[in-house]
């Protein structure tokens, strides 16, 4: 039923992945921990919304560090978010709140002219879309929360969307131990963190 849920919400949101973990914080922790942030780095990220996704990156090992909001949208400054940007900054972490989708263009531009990687909130934001295209599609990966007070509900559950087939592999890895990880070098390198839906 999980693996069904996967592919039909990636199908929905245009992603080749979606890996479902036990919770919203959950899937934000694992996306962190997937591209190797932690200790002594530094995530850009809103003071705006749900306490949990700072929980999540400071779980992490990481330092949120927290930029200033457009008054309209609710969603991450781009400008404010650049003045931050320093050598420990490893990631944008930005929110489409309230189903506003955030400044795409600007922090996409902005991941890539400082070599950061962008990453997607769309907790809030089931459906939303932005100059034609989904949320969830805009990060190098995205996470999506099915807890309340939500618009779709599964009790609880996370899910992390991306494109990476070999991020895919390890998210997969660090939600729990299964099968097709017998004969992977990667048991070897990490302990899963028991996460799944």
């Known amino acids: 039923m999980v693996r069904a849920f996967e592919d039909a919400f990636a199908a929905y949101v245009g992603r080749d992945h979606a ?22 780095d530094e995530v850009l990220c809103s003071p705006f919304g749900w306490h949990q996704v700072q929980h999540a990156v400071a779980l992490s090992g990481a330092t949120p560090v927290l930029v200033d909001i457009d008054y309209w949208q609710h969603t991450i400054n781009p400008e404010k978010a650049a003045a931050l940007v320093t050598p ?34 769309s907790t809030e934001a089931i459906g939303s879309t932005y100059k034609g295209r989904m949320v969830g599609t805009f990060g190098d990966a995205a996470v999506f929360d099915f807890s309340e ?49």
């Open 88 to 121: 420990k900054t490893r990631a944008i972490l930005a929110a489409n709140v309230n189903g506003h989708p955030a400044h795409w263009d600007e922090l996409r531009a902005l991941a890539d002219a400082k070599n950061l990687i962008l990453l997607e909130d």
């Open 19 to 40: 890996v479902a973990v036990s919770s919203g914080t959950m899937s934000t922790l694992l996306m962190l921990k997937g591209y190797g942030i932690g200790e002594g």
């Open 149 to 197: 007070p939500g618009i779709l509900l599964a009790g609880e559950g996370g899910m992390i969307v991306t494109d990476d087939r070999d991020l895919a592999h390890r998210l997969r890895y660090m939600r729990r131990r299964e099968t097709e990880h017998r004969n992977t070098v990667v048991i070897t390198r990490t302990l899963p963190w028991q996460a799944g839906m």
